[in-house]
């Protein structure tokens, strides 16, 4: 009788251990097709107790809009009339970029100032760059250390408009373009937004070119 109770223990045991491993698979098929993640650098932990223990062959699932791909979040699992709110960690590992050199306050960031990393990105914090692309030609706002890992908080774009300065306004509309100057009454970089104010202190709002130019759509 008492090897009959452990069997069925352990018979509940494994009967859980392969449902959860069947789950960890649906959730790396999705994060692989709807995030484009490699499976090979995530691991998914799950730490939320399921309330059955069927698991069905085509689950559901449903991201909230503020999931960073890093750390714990809330996911929303649903099996037919099943649904349940699961609480999973993400451990991610990925390319990231650090300061190849200490970077003064003020500079024009280039590629030679910055150095590809590998690790944990769930461990960094949130808007951490992982491309150089898009850190190179935008500015600091404070000194960076050697090694230290760049964030979209601690850079600016690069501007190209600044306020008051004279400014070529081109509006384009259907068929036609009209070309004036006026005054910028703020800083900009290259496809930002910015309002300008034309002669007859009229005020309109565009997308700074690479020009310099600012282009207003009507």
């Not at 990925?94 to 050199?101: C, L, Q, R, S, T």
């Not at 036609?176 to 910028?184: Q, R, Y």
Request: charged share 25%; proline share 3%.
């Amino acid at each position: 009788m008492k090897l009959l109770k452990i069997f069925f223990i352990l018979l509940l045991f494994l009967s859980f251990k392969i449902n959860a491993n069947d789950l960890i698979n649906h959730l790396n098929e999705f994060f692989k097709q709807e995030y484009s993640l490699n499976p090979k650098n995530f691991k998914i932990l799950i730490r939320t107790p399921f309330k059955k223990k069927q698991i069905c062959k085509k689950p559901y699932f449903l991201l909230s809009n503020h999931f960073y791909n890093f750390s714990l979040f809330d996911i929303l699992y649903v099996c037919g009339k099943q649904h349940q709110f699961l609480k999973l960690e993400l451990q991610v590992k990925g390319h990231y970029i650090v300061a190849k050199k200490k970077i003064f306050r003020g500079t024009k960031i280039s590629e030679s100032d910055l150095k590809v990393i590998f690790g944990r990105l769930d461990k960094l914090p949130n808007g951490i760059y992982l491309n150089k692309k898009d850190v190179i030609n935008r500015v600091n706002l404070h000194d960076i250390l050697p090694f230290q890992p760049i964030t979209s908080s601690m850079t600016r774009a690069f501007w190209i408009v600044t306020l008051n300065k004279e400014v070529t306004i081109k509006f384009e509309g259907k068929n036609f373009e009209i070309i004036t100057t006026g005054k910028a009454l703020g800083n900009g970089g290259i496809k930002e937004k910015i309002r300008v104010q034309i002669k007859d202190r009229k005020i309109f709002t565009g997308i700074i070119n690479d020009n310099g130019e600012v282009i207003v759509v009507l």
